[in-house]
């Protein structure tokens, strides 16, 4: 469901608006044809050695997707993490191939319909129609084809886009990103800064590139990575849970780790919210609430949404592996694989809507972890239910150890 509000969300027609622009350029100097002409003779391409993919690309990216990005970024000489960072933005893991109603569509929500909100001017041609490229050798370029999308997107990269050569610069293609979605930023989300992040991610290095959000997923994977995993899980060591049952009331959270409005969560938890946001530099943006899913812990003052207080995504990471989660297990965050006792579910990077800035698209709510503790009344147990007010559970699981009550 995410992946079609995030193109959706996109202002295409600005895509249709840059088409014109570049024929104007054309018509106008003539100089775009011979870049054109360029680049399509420009087989193996001729910049530095491309990154190869880490951890996370394997992860993220399936094994055919990450083959055509790699080979079309080689013929038209750009990053091949960027290329498939920009792809994943339009299309996530899938293969996209039908047109939206924009106008605009596959693997890489290129315009394709003329006189549509993605090319407004019917008089001029789309880019599919300027810059298509038949990849697959089925006679025909065509939007439904994952690999004439992925080598069409590539192919106007340069020339239209104006990202640079492969060995370009982290402004450079940050700039691009911005040309490809039609603006650096619309309404609230950075398309431009969660490309480049993720793109890190995947092993881009230009110069002026910031350190990956997640360092142990942005190293080269050797081989094959086992299982789909990544770094091992690192036992949390938090000592394990015992069950509590009172006092069963909410209680406000230290200032230091909820500034602004505080929160307030089940007595229960407070001094494990307190323990694990100060260990891993974190603020507590909600934790009792009742605009969360109802039968979930929110209401029952039993879960946490935070975000590292200093903006190191990595210390948030830090503290989903600490209590039990990993890339592997993310997409169900349940126990009993991603989540140890005390701790019933955690939604983080590659959960729907939650994670770090690189991750959490599309993010309703804004990049956040979250952690639910397990409760008596938590789903699966037989005291749930929806509640639209604090209902204490019967009993919640907490940290036994640390000393830390
Ligand atoms: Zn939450």
Redo the contacts with the bound molecule.
């Keep these: 469901m995410g992946r079609e509000s995030t193109h959706r969300s996109r202002p295409a027609w600005l895509l249709g608006a840059l088409a014109a622009l570049a024929i104007t350029v054309v018509a106008i100097t003539g100089v775009f044809m011979a870049v054109l002409g360029a680049d399509v003779g420009c087989v193996g391409g001729g910049g530095s050695a491309q990154a190869a993919p880490t951890r996370t690309a394997k992860q993220e990216i399936a094994p055919w997707k990450l083959k055509l990005y790699r080979a079309a970024a080689k013929r038209f000489d750009i990053e091949w993490a960027f290329l498939a960072s920009i792809g994943y933005q339009e299309c996530g893991n899938g293969a996209c191939r039908e047109i939206n109603p924009s106008g605009c569509g596959g693997a890489m929500q290129i315009a394709v319909v003329r006189g549509s909100a993605c090319s407004p001017d019917p008089s001029v041609p789309t880019l599919w129609e300027r810059y298509g490229v038949d990849a697959d050798g089925d006679g025909t370029a065509s939007i439904t084809s994952p690999a004439d999308s992925i080598y069409t997107g590539a192919r106007i990269l340069r020339p239209v886009m104006g990202a640079p050569r492969t060995g370009g610069s982290y402004a450079a293609y940050r700039q691009a990103a911005c040309n490809y979605y039609g603006a650096c930023a619309y309404a609230g989300v950075s398309y431009a800064d969660e490309v480049m992040a993720r793109a890190v991610q995947y092993g881009f290095r230009g110069a002026g590139s910031p350190k990956p959000s997640d360092p142990a997923g942005a190293v080269p994977a050797t081989g094959a990575v086992p299982g789909g995993c990544g770094a091992p899980a690192v036992s949390g060591g938090l000592g394990g849970a015992k069950r509590v049952k009172g006092p069963a009331e909410l209680k406000a959270l230290p200032p230091d780790i909820t500034p602004g409005t505080p929160e307030s969560c089940d007595s229960r938890i407070v001094a494990d919210v307190i323990y694990l946001a100060r260990r891993f530099g974190q603020v507590v943006t909600?934790c009792f609430g009742l605009g969360?899913t109802p039968d979930?812990e929110?209401p029952l003052g039993a879960?946490?949404?935070a975000a590292p207080k200093d903006g190191n995504w990595a210390n948030t990471i830090r503290l989903a592996r600490a209590v039990g989660w990993d890339p592997a297990c993310a997409a169900s965050g349940v126990r009993p694989d991603c989540a140890d006792p005390p701790f019933r579910f955690i939604?983080y990077n590659g959960y729907a809507s939650h994670g770090d800035p690189a991750h959490c698209v599309p993010c309703t709510g804004g990049p956040?972890i979250?952690i639910s503790w397990q409760t008596s009344a938590s789903p699966g147990m037989p005291e749930n239910t929806s509640l639209y007010s604090y209902r204490p559970a019967t009993w919640i699981e907490v940290l036994a150890g640390k000393g830390n009550r």
Excluded: E, K, L, T
């Design positions: 909600d969360h979930g929110h879960a946490i949404d939604g956040h979250h």
